[in-house]
């Protein structure tokens, strides 16, 4: 089983909707606390987070892309980096095909807490099947 512990520290690219903070930290509205670092998108081949703010921000804002080192989880559930700095589409392009590990990773990390959540009872509108045709879909 993957976790956030496994994930934390490796490097990886993304994209988010909006240039990132230049504290270095996205502020999340609706708990009105900034998240543990900037919240992307998407990273890697994982694929982008459903939530209403990302939701929001891609009818607004241009899609900037990012390399950084994940630092954790933000309150939409999507990934945090530290130490970002922003890259080209090209070099975003370039750097994925070479994260291939780090980005599976992150896919199983995903997959794995949902198994969890319904090992232990959870309705999440997913069952195990559809959690592995995302897992399949995803990793590369």
Do not use: H, W
Request: charged share 30%.
């Amino acid at each position: 089983m993957t976790t956030l512990k496994d994930i934390i520290g490796k490097t990886i690219v993304g994209y988010r909707y909006g240039e990132a903070p230049k504290e270095g930290r996205s502020f999340n509205y609706r708990e009105n606390e900034f998240e543990c670092g900037v919240s992307m998108a998407s990273v890697g081949y994982y694929k982008e987070i459903g939530s209403f703010a990302v939701s929001e921000a891609n009818q607004s804002r241009r899609k900037y892309y990012y390399i950084g080192d994940i630092i954790g989880t933000g309150g939409d559930d999507e990934i945090c980096l530290s130490n970002v700095r922003r890259i080209t589409y090209k070099d975003y392009l370039s750097m994925k095909k070479n994260q291939v590990d780090i980005s599976n990773m992150v896919v199983n990390y995903y997959c794995d807490r949902l198994i969890d959540l319904l090992n232990r009872g959870f309705s999440i509108g997913r069952n195990e099947d559809e959690i592995e045709a995302i897992r399949k879909q995803y990793t590369k």
